[in-house]
């Protein structure tokens, strides 16, 4: 500041205290500061203009920075406002120029954060929509196909995906939003009914499958003093659990638990039984065992008769031992079987051989072929002697057929 004239390139003070402030239509008086110096004067008035000129590059840098909201467009309007005839020294018109290019700047940031709000606002909706949608799915599935427990917690996430878009995501049209929480609010009702109704009629079958079962379960746990003889009643009993229906998984395993206990009483009566009657037949199976290392020579009789009655005599003395234990039934069985079979195998033999009608069948077969081998026998030697190979030869095929009819017959 020139102590002579007490002024800057912006601005001056006269002899009154009088400020001015220099712009391109000339000076402008911005006030007065009668209590001070000039320069005292002079620095007020330029530091309401440095005030001002810090508002704007505020703005500038949050402009810059894309922070700015909605009320920069206000702010400029208020700076420009402030800027037609402020009480400030400065560069006025550069500070004027400043805050128009904030106002173009502010413009396009406002249109572009208008578009983003608007986008967002979009995607909200859209998120909602797909919420309410998959409610409305969900309470639209068939009852026999839901997993109730699945579904509520399904229904749970939605509604705390609903709440937190609505707390944090973008405000939304009141009216869409409500009609969309409507939509959501319907099906989760509808849903809820059908889970409350699913498990009442759930809670009265299981009370009357309980009733029926316990029912049955008395009558089982009375079969108990019967022992192995109370088996078939059990077993008839069980026909009438698998009838009676299902109740809940864990009601039914509980009662099953009971029925079955009951019946391992009977079951376990008759394992002893079966124990000690395997215990009793233990020495039969010894005794059957020797019996058969004895009656194995057996199978190398060729004579019937002699087959026959030895194996008449291991018949006499199986039977009068008696039984063996169930498991090993069918190996003895199967070794006396055997015998059986080969001696009956002889048998068969002997009267195909001896049967007379058989025999006479056999002898009257045989005679003839011996005769039609005698002939055949002369006109191979015959054809041999004349030099006819091919007679030689078809009465040689001829007879090489009759002498394996003739062997087959036998004795």
């Given at each position: ?16 205290r ?14 007065s500061f009668?209590?001070g110096?000039?320069?005292?004067a ?30 920069a467009?206000?702010t400029?309007?208020?700076l ?12 006025i018109?550069?500070?004027r ?14 249109e ?10 979009k995607?909200?909706l ?15 599935q068939?009852?026999?196909s839901?997993?109730?427990?699945d579904?509520s ?17 973008p ?13 959501f ?10 889970r ?6 759930m ?22 003093p ?5 088996i ?8 009438e ?17 009971r ?29 059957k065992?020797?019996?058969?290392d ?16 030895r ?5 006499l003395?199986?039977d ?19 015998i ?39 006109e191979?030697e ?5 030099g006819?190979?091919?007679?030689a030869?078809e ?17």
């Amino acid at each position: 500041m020139s102590e002579a004239s007490n002024e800057t390139p912006w601005g001056r003070v006269d002899e009154d205290r009088t400020v001015y402030v220099r712009e391109d239509a000339g000076e402008r008086v911005v006030g007065s500061f009668p209590d001070g110096t000039p320069e005292e004067a002079l620095a007020y008035f330029t530091r309401k203009f440095a005030d001002l000129e810090g508002q704007v590059t505020l703005l500038e840098a949050r402009v810059a920075r894309g922070t700015a909201d909605a009320s920069a467009a206000d702010t400029v309007a208020k700076l420009r406002e402030q800027l037609v005839e402020p009480a400030a020294v400065g560069d006025i018109a550069a500070l004027r120029g400043r805050v128009e290019k904030l106002g173009e700047k502010t413009a396009a940031l406002g249109e572009k954060q208008q578009a983003e709000r608007d986008a967002a606002r979009k995607a909200a909706l859209e998120q909602r929509e797909t919420i309410v949608v998959e409610a409305e799915r969900l309470a639209a599935q068939p009852e026999a196909s839901i997993r109730w427990k699945d579904t509520s917690q399904a229904f749970e996430q939605l509604f705390s995906d609903w709440q937190t878009s609505q707390r944090s995501g973008p405000q939304v049209p009141k009216s869409q939003a409500d009609a969309l929480w409507k939509r959501f609010r319907a099906a989760r009702q509808s849903f809820d009914s059908a889970r409350r109704s699913h498990f009442a009629q759930m809670d009265a079958n299981n009370k009357e499958v309980k009733h029926r079962k316990e029912r049955i379960i008395a009558s089982a746990e009375a079969l108990a003093p019967q022992g192995i003889d109370g088996i078939p009643a059990y077993r008839a009993l069980l026909d009438e659990w698998k009838a009676a229906g299902r109740a809940s998984r864990k009601l039914d395993d509980q009662l099953w638990a009971r029925f079955k206990a009951a019946g391992d009483v009977l079951y376990e009566a008759k394992a002893a039984e079966a124990a000690q009657t395997n215990e009793e037949y233990a020495a039969n199976l010894t005794a059957k065992q020797a019996l058969l290392d004895e009656a194995e020579p057996i199978l190398q009789e060729r004579e019937h008769a002699a087959a026959r009655k030895r194996l008449t005599a291991i018949q006499l003395q199986w039977d009068e031992i008696g039984r063996v234990p169930r498991e090993a039934l069918r190996e003895v069985e199967a070794r006396l079987r055997r015998i059986e079979d080969h001696v009956k195998q002889l048998e068969d033999e002997h009267w195909r051989k001896t049967n007379p009608e058989t025999k006479a069948r056999s002898e009257g077969l045989r005679g003839q072929l011996e005769a039609s081998i005698a002939e055949l026998t002369a006109e191979l030697e015959a054809a041999r002697a004349a030099g006819d190979a091919s007679a030689a030869a078809e009465a040689e095929e001829k007879l090489a057929a009759q002498q394996s009819w003739l062997a087959a017959i036998g004795d």
